[in-house]
């Protein structure tokens, strides 16, 4: 597993974070995968609504996952070094 290290500043402790996306990420993403494929079948074809779905349901992922946990409330806390 590939790490990405942030350099430390006054304000923030060093930490690291894994590459890979985390369980949270995964959830989120299966729960917007499955409501857009329920929203397909409902539509039966494919069609402009279900395009944007699919757009929104991209988006949600990418920014699901660069935006790090220590922004959200309850995210995994900062590691001493």
Do not use: C
Not at 2 to 14: A, C, D, K, S
Not at 63 to 76: D, F, K, Q
């Amino acid at each position: 597993m590939l790490q990405q290290e942030r350099t430390p500043t006054p304000e923030r402790q060093v930490f690291t974070k894994p590459l890979l996306p985390t369980r949270k990420w995964f959830a989120g993403v299966t729960t917007a995968t499955a409501a857009f494929l329920v929203n397909w079948i409902s539509a039966g074809h494919f069609n402009k609504e279900i395009k944007i779905a699919l757009v929104g349901l991209a988006a949600s992922a990418v920014v699901s996952y660069l935006v790090p946990n220590e922004m959200t409330p309850g995210g995994y806390p900062a590691k001493d070094q």
